[in-house]
């Protein structure tokens, strides 16, 4: 068994929401009794997935019932992020060459959980930013959502040792599947997004991603020149050594990662063959300009 890579503190985020053990055991009985009437639903997720869901979408049962079903229906509709990328086989190596991609162990004051994206210095014709992205939106998330509970989160990108010619792979639609994934699948409460050491093109990059978020997600992105104006914002006790912190290096922690990646390989496994049965769902999804499906999900607010 590998370390504890997620530490987090359930009774004091349940009770965040006012809720109390058993609330959360009544909830989770409600989403899962309405799991079994949604036939076209691969499985039924465990209680850890399911309460992680009910968290990030402060308690709304129907949010949680659409993010829910569009955890799993997005498998198909964005391929690009969820196919080709399981991180116990070769396939996602040219994502871990172009770049290191971690979730921190331990959350903020505020119960916030911090995940670095740091580029390495490679060739660009060795990179792959579709499964280096993948792999942190994807793999990482799933382990996640069997051992995590927070209350929100906060990202940095590290520019530092990036090559244009990496960055010129950095397509669009990618960009656009990343702002999907966060607010329509994720239901991401992401708190803070901090872009550390970013060379000046990366500003015509960002200002495109931009277009893709709701308002308030804009204006939770952050340019850091110095790794001093970072820690005036993320505690140096969270942070890894490489960062000015004072936990274990980069290297070390996704060296974790990737012992934790291979306890849930079954899981990993089942996720590249599963898949949402259309023709038995409840309401037939039609075509939609923001997600390009959409059925019985609403806008979901990010607050």
């Not at 039924?44 to 049962?61: A, G, W």
């Not at 939106?137 to 040792?161: A, C, M, P």
């Not at 329509?184 to 931009?210: C, E, N, W």
């Not at 990993?268 to 949402?276: G, I, Q, T, Y």
Request: hydrophobic content about 35%; some cysteine.
């Amino acid at each position: 068994m590998t370390e504890n890579l997620l530490i987090t503190d359930r009774q004091r985020i349940r009770k965040s929401w006012g809720k109390t053990d058993l609330d959360v055991l009544e909830y989770i009985g409600i989403i899962k009794r309405w799991l079994e009437t949604q036939k076209h639903l691969p499985e039924i997720p465990c209680d850890n997935m399911i309460e992680f869901f009910l968290t990030n979408c402060k308690y709304s049962i129907e949010k949680t019932k659409q993010n829910l079903d569009m955890y799993y229906t997005s498998r198909d509709l964005m391929p690009l992020i969820y196919r080709g990328v399981h991180p116990c086989k070769s396939e996602v190596d040219p994502g871990y060459k172009t770049g290191m991609g971690c979730t921190l162990p331990k959350l903020t004051q505020d119960m916030y959980r911090i995940t670095i994206f740091k580029y390495n210095d490679v060739n660009p014709d060795d990179s792959d930013v579709v499964k280096f992205v993948a792999h942190g939106l994807n793999n990482i998330y799933e382990v996640r959502l069997h051992e995590d509970l927070v209350l929100g989160d906060i990202f940095i990108i590290d520019f530092e040792f990036v090559k244009f010619g990496v960055m010129a792979k950095f397509s669009p639609i990618l960009m656009k599947n990343i702002a999907q994934v966060f607010e329509k699948v994720q239901s991401s409460r992401m708190k803070a997004l901090h872009f550390l050491y970013p060379p000046g093109y990366v500003d015509k990059i960002i200002t495109v991603f931009k277009t893709f978020l709701p308002k308030k997600l804009q204006e939770r992105i952050f340019i850091h020149k110095t790794i001093e104006d970072l820690l005036r914002c993320i505690p140096r006790d969270i942070l890894p050594c490489d960062y000015g912190g004072f936990q274990k290096s980069m290297a070390e922690i996704e060296d974790l990662w990737k012992k934790k990646f291979q306890q849930y390989k079954d899981r990993f496994d089942k996720l590249e063959n599963m898949k949402v049965d259309e023709s038995l769902r409840p309401e037939k999804l039609e075509n939609d300009e923001i997600l390009g499906y959409h059925g019985n999900f609403k806008k979901i607010s990010i607050d």
